[in-house]
C-alpha cells in the first residue's frame, strides 16, 4: 500500500500541470483596455465633428472619458458614445457662438455711453455719459469705485465753496476760490488760461466754475452713484436675448438628442446583462 502511494506521488509529480498564469482566461476589464480607444481611431463621426481649427486632442478625452464610463461591449454601443460626444462637443460650439453674441452687444453698449447711461438712470439729472469709458466702469473694481466717491464728493464740496467765495466778492475772491478746488481742479483752470480761454479774473474763474466745473462734479458723482445700474444696463443691453433665440432652439435640439442617444445606449447595455 504504502509502494503504490509513492508510485502515484512520482508519477504525479511529472504530469506537466499548467500554472495559474497560464491558464488564467483574460477578463473583460483586460480585453476592453485594449480595444477602449477604437472609437477614438475608427470612428467615423469624429472625423467630422471636430473642425480644422478646433482642439482634436481635447475631443478624444472627451471621447476617452465618454467609453470609460460605459464601457462599450460592440460596435453599436461604441458608436451611441461617439455620437454622445459629438452632441457634447456641439453644444460647446453653441456656448462659444453664445458668448460671441454677447460680446458684440456689448461692444455696440459700450459705444454708447451717453444713451447707455441715461437710460440706466432715467430720472437723475447730471447724468449725461459725454466723455466716459463705459469699460473703464465696467472693470472698476468696489474699491476703486469707493476712492473714486470720496474725491468726486470733494471735487464738489470744493467747487462749491470756490462758488460761494467768488459770489462773496472781495481783493482776495479769485486767489481763494482758485485755492479752495483741487489740484486738478486748479489744473484744468490753468490750462484754459494757457490756451487763452480765459483770464485770470473773479469774473472769468466765476463763470468757468458755474458753467463748467460744477455741472462736470455733479455728473462725475452721479455717474459713481449709479455705477451698479450702468453696469447693469451695458451687460442687459449686450446680451440682446432675441440674437440667442435660434441658438436656444439648436440647444435644446441637442439636449433631446442626447437623452434619446443614452436612453438607447442604457437600454442596449441592459439587454446585454440580461
Not at 464601457?71 to 458614445?81: D, F, Y
Not at 458668448?99 to 441715461?118: F, Q
Request: aromatic fraction near 6%; charge should be negative; glycine fraction near 6%.
Amino acid at each position: 500500500m504504502e509502494t503504490i502511494e509513492a508510485t502515484a506521488a512520482s508519477n504525479s509529480a511529472v504530469i506537466p500541470f499548467l500554472t495559474i498564469t497560464d491558464t488564467a482566461p483574460t477578463t473583460k476589464t483586460e480585453a476592453y483596455e485594449a480595444v477602449r480607444f477604437n472609437a477614438m481611431k475608427h470612428g467615423i463621426l469624429s472625423k467630422l465633428a471636430v473642425l480644422a481649427h478646433e482642439d482634436h486632442a481635447e475631443f478624444d478625452d472627451l471621447l476617452a472619458a465618454l467609453i470609460d464610463e460605459h464601457r462599450p461591449a460592440g460596435i453599436t454601443e461604441r458608436h451611441l458614445i461617439e455620437e454622445l460626444a459629438t452632441i457634447i462637443w456641439r453644444k460647446r460650439r453653441v456656448l462659444l457662438a453664445e458668448g460671441a453674441k454677447i460680446n458684440e452687444g456689448l461692444k455696440a453698449a459700450v459705444s454708447n455711453p451717453a444713451l447707455v447711461m441715461t437710460t440706466a438712470a432715467p430720472f437723475q439729472r447730471g447724468l449725461s455719459g459725454k466723455g466716459v469709458d463705459l469699460r473703464d466702469l465696467l472693470d472698476a473694481t468696489p474699491q476703486e469705485m469707493g476712492e473714486r466717491q470720496r474725491e468726486a464728493e470733494n471735487d464738489l464740496a470744493a467747487t462749491r465753496k470756490a462758488g460761494e467765495i467768488l459770489r462773496k466778492g472781495g481783493a482776495n475772491a479769485y486767489q481763494a476760490a482758485r485755492r479752495a478746488l483741487s489740484a486738478g481742479l486748479r489744473e484744468w483752470w490753468d490750462v484754459r488760461l494757457s490756451d487763452d480761454e480765459g483770464d485770470a479774473t473773479a469774473e472769468s474763474f466765476a463763470e468757468f466754475v458755474r458753467d463748467e466745473l460744477h455741472p462736470f462734479c455733479i455728473s462725475a458723482l452721479q455717474e459713481v452713484r449709479f455705477t451698479p445700474a450702468i453696469k447693469a444696463q451695458t451687460l442687459g443691453e449686450g446680451v440682446q436675448a432675441y440674437r440667442l433665440e435660434k441658438l436656444n432652439r439648436y440647444e435644446t435640439h441637442l439636449d433631446r438628442k442626447f437623452e434619446r442617444t443614452l436612453a438607447m445606449l442604457l437600454k442596449l447595455k441592459d439587454l446585454r446583462v440580461e
